[in-house]
């Protein structure tokens, strides 16, 4: 089957390093663990939201649109690379932040700021409940706005996701991986991931590690990921119909919910780093990364397993969580 060919815009360097983590693995005394390294993908920071923004961005483009209008957390590492791609592409970039201006701008915040962008503050709104508004003022001023949807996670940001695997598959020299961890917040990585092991006949197991127990979302994540492999289907002209059923959507590890970092992601930022050099972030990948390794260390992901972590990105806002990590107070010798 001849799949739709969809247009895209280069925004990142691709492919990404896959690393071997072997001294984290020899810790664990768990099974060979890789890493596929999004958050090198290049702009301004890294981030698999970029993947995403190369398909999405290439659209508003095409419709001939001036500005763009995103939301997120005020630590968005979406919002933060959709500021850099916009300054890129010469738009526009309209950003609302969820909760109030902090005194100080820190980690992606800043950079928001850096790359000129227009920040409205949105309180307890937080997955862009103001975006329909906003994007009217723009109209009415004059502007061509474009509303790339909370995460960058729509058929054309799962898209990506495709790709991606498809990079994965050209890379790996090794034996066939036997899970694939990440975290899953907007569900447009999933859903890629998904489509991606399916065009390409892969057997790993798609774990998504949920980071966030909100569910003031339209449907329940599940659902909404399930619905979002299904309709990125069609648009590409795969005869597949994915139901919630065959999700694996772990969440054993929201703790307190969104962003609220705790031992746990301490500890594996800080195993990560140590042992490898490699920094994590407090919201997602430290999330999922602990995960990871309550799952080896149960034994639900044994020494025979063959794993791959995909690092999606977020280190700059471990700048702005300073207060929560365990590393503040350094030790002094
Ligand atoms: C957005 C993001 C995710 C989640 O990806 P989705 O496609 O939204 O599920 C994971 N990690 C980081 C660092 C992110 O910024």
């Known amino acids: 089957m001849k799949l739709k060919h969809i247009e895209k815009t280069s925004l990142g360097f691709f492919p990404t390093p896959l690393v071997e983590l072997s ?10 663990i890789f890493m596929k390294r999004d958050d090198l993908t290049g702009l301004a920071l890294g981030g698999n939201k970029t993947r995403k923004l190369e398909y999405i961005l290439a659209d ?3 419709q001939g649109c001036d500005t763009v209008i995103t939301a997120g957390a005020a630590q968005s590492n979406h919002c933060r690379q959709t500021a850099a791609a916009a300054a890129k592409l010469n738009l526009e970039c309209h950003l609302l932040l969820g909760g109030e201006a902090p005194p100080e701008a820190q980690g992606n915040l800043l950079l928001d700021h ?3 962008s227009k920040i409205h503050w949105t309180g307890s709104n937080r997955k862009g409940e103001d975006i329909a508004r906003i994007f009217a003022e723009l109209k009415a001023a004059g ?9 960058g996670s729509n058929k054309l940001g799962a898209v990506s996701f495709i790709d991606a695997v498809a990079e994965l598959q050209q890379q790996n020299k090794g034996p066939e991986f ?23 006949k892969k057997t790993f197991d798609l774990v ?10 339209s449907l329940p994540f599940d659902q909404l990921i399930a619905q979002l492999v299904n309709s990125t289907a069609k648009l590409i002209g795969l005869d597949y119909t994915f139901s919630k059923n065959q ?6 590890y929201v703790g307190d919910g969104y962003g609220i970092v705790g031992p746990q992601e301490n500890e594996a930022i800080a195993l990560t780093a140590k042992l490898e050099g490699i920094l994590l972030d407090p919201v997602y990948t430290g999330r999922a990364m602990a995960g990871l390794m309550h799952l080896i260390r149960s034994g639900k992901i044994s020494k025979n397993d063959h794993v791959l972590f995909w690092h999606t990105g977020g280190a700059p806002s471990l700048f702005a969580y300073s207060d929560d990590l365990a590393f503040s107070q350094a030790d002094v010798c």
């Open 114 to 116: 850096i790359f000129d």
């Open 178 to 200: 036997s899970h694939i961890v990440f975290a899953s917040s907007s569900g447009g990585t999933h859903a890629g991931l998904i489509l991606g092991k399916q065009i390409y």
């Open 23 to 32: 001294r984290l693995s020899d810790f664990l005394g768990g099974p060979k």
């Open 60 to 62: 508003a483009l095409k």
């Open 208 to 217: 998504g590690i949920n980071i966030d127990k909100d569910t003031n979302t």
């Open 247 to 252: 999700l694996i959507l772990n969440s054993d």
């Open 143 to 151: 502007k061509k706005p474009y509303l790339v949807p909370y995460g």
